[in-house]
Each structure stands twice: as structure tokens, then as C-alpha cells.
């Protein structure tokens, strides 16, 4: 498996990991465009969004659920964060595998797009 998330979350390479479970893994951002920048992935190689299956929608919340939680403990819940989704070319997902951003620690630009 070459995914880069998929080496992060089996420990075949490094990664500055915030948190992990059975299902989940967060970690920071190589590139951090915000002050906080986290990526959380679920552990299982799904794509995008395109391929979560319906049995797999509770992922999404859960990794929803995930970042408000690191968001607390990031110290950025009060002030506010951004979560985004990027899907394909044009929405600009690079990696192929599925994940959230966590953006926060600093007032967000107003353009989304
Ligand atoms: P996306 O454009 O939505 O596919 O976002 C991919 C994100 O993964 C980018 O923000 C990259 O900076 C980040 N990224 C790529 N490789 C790594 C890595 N090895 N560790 C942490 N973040 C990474």
C-alpha cells in the first residue's frame, strides 16, 4: 500500500500524531495553513467520499465528532474553526485518502472558494 496516510497510521512512517483509536487518527498538518492545522483520517483506506459506502457513513460523524474535541483540546473551540473536505481535482484533494481538515488558531479567510 503506497497511501502516505495509510504509512502514518500503520507507523511506517512518522507522523505527529494528536490522537488514535481502532477506527480514527489525527495528526498535524505537514504544511499547516492555519496555526492549528490537524488532519483526521479513519485508519481504513477509503479514498473519498465517493466511496464510503452507507455502512461506513457513521465514520463521518464520528470524525466530526473528533475534531470538535481536538478543537478543545487545541484551544481553538472558542474562537472557532473550520472544518473542509476536499474532493477531487477541482476541489482540490491530493491525497487519496479520505480526511478532514481542522483549521483554527487564527480568524479564517471569508472566501471559501
Ligand atoms: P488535500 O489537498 O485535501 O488532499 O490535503 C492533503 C493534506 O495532506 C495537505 O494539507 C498536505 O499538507 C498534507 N500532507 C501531505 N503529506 C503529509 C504528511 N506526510 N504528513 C502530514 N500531512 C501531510
Redesign the pocket.
Known amino acids: 500500500m503506497d497511501c502516505?496516510f495509510c504509512q502514518?497510521a500503520t507507523g511506517k512512517?512518522p507522523?505527529d500524531i494528536v490522537y488514535q483509536d481502532e477506527e480514527l487518527l489525527a495528526?498535524?498538518?505537514?504544511?499547516p495553513q492555519a496555526p492549528k492545522h490537524l488532519?483526521i483520517i479513519p485508519r481504513k483506506h477509503i479514498p473519498s467520499l465517493a466511496e464510503l459506502s452507507p455502512a461506513e457513513l457513521p465514520i463521518i460523524g464520528n470524525m466530526v465528532a473528533l475534531a470538535h474535541k481536538l478543537a478543545q483540546q487545541e484551544g481553538v473551540a472558542e474562537t472557532g474553526y473550520r472544518l473542509v473536505v476536499?474532493y477531487g481535482e477541482w476541489g482540490?484533494?491530493?491525497?487519496k485518502h479520505l480526511?478532514l481538515?481542522l483549521l483554527g488558531g487564527k480568524k479564517l479567510s471569508d472566501k471559501l472558494g
Open positions: 502516505i502514518i512512517i507522523g495528526f498535524r498538518d505537514i504544511n488532519l476536499n482540490g484533494q491530493v491525497v480526511h481538515h
